[in-house]
């Protein structure tokens, strides 16, 4: 059996789905796995006990098949996942993205953007008749402790309209908040 369909079968036998196998020459398989998202439901992410169950599953399936490798590496997407597929688009719809365009906009931008500009940081967003956007300002962002004037005028929002076949690479936006995960809802009289 090749190796793809034995990883394959492992992995989604324990309920879990195949994102990517990496080979590498050095004799290291990189197995990265992923939760399966149905909509309307909450958001479950990989553990690393989930890591460790594949990684033991495939451990036994691989001997059995008799395939070569050094070292077996089982890890999440990461932070800055990859986005694949358009179901991985309406997963992520709201979070913040990074969007490399094929071409770039050109004179479509209307003088908004930089002409030859093909690389994007916005909020997501579904678009009109099946289109996605992301959004974003050019303001710089403040500074820990700044304070920012009531009279400054905030940067405009940019909304860039696209469908999945002009995008080079799409992946989430690595950004990491340090305190917690947000703040905590007042208790209700």
């Known amino acids: 059996m090749a190796l793809q369909q034995v990883v394959q079968q492992t992995v989604e036998g324990l309920g879990f789905e195949l994102v990517e196998i990496e080979h590498s020459a050095g004799g290291v398989l990189r197995v990265t796995i992923d939760t399966h998202w149905e909509p309307e439901q909450a958001q479950r992410f990989i553990t690393v006990d989930d890591c460790e169950v594949v990684t033991r599953q495939l451990q036994f399936a691989l001997e059995v098949e008799g395939v070569d490798y050094k070292r077996l590496e089982v890890s999440s997407p990461g932070i800055d996942r990859l986005l694949r597929h358009e179901t991985d688009l309406e997963r992520f719809a709201g979070e913040i993205i990074d969007v490399t365009l094929k071409a770039p906009l050109g004179a479509a931008a209307q003088g908004q953007v930089a002409v030859?500009?093909?690389?994007?940081?916005?909020?997501?967003?579904?678009?009109?008749?099946?289109?996605?956007?992301?959004?974003?300002?050019?303001?710089?962002?403040?500074?820990?402790?700044?304070?920012?004037?009531?009279?400054?005028?905030?940067?405009?929002?940019?909304?860039?309209?696209?469908?999945?076949?002009?995008?080079?690479?799409?992946?989430?936006?690595?950004?990491?908040?340090?305190?917690?995960r947000g703040a905590k809802a007042s208790p209700q009289d």
Request: proline fraction near 6%; avoid cysteine.
């Open 116 to 180: 030859n500009r093909k690389k994007f940081r916005g909020q997501l967003a579904r678009g009109n008749a099946g289109n996605w956007q992301i959004s974003w300002s050019d303001a710089p962002a403040a500074k820990p402790g700044q304070r920012i004037s009531k009279k400054r005028e905030s940067a405009p929002v940019q909304v860039l309209g696209f469908v999945w076949d002009e995008l080079r690479e799409a992946r989430l936006a690595p950004v990491v908040n340090f305190k917690g």
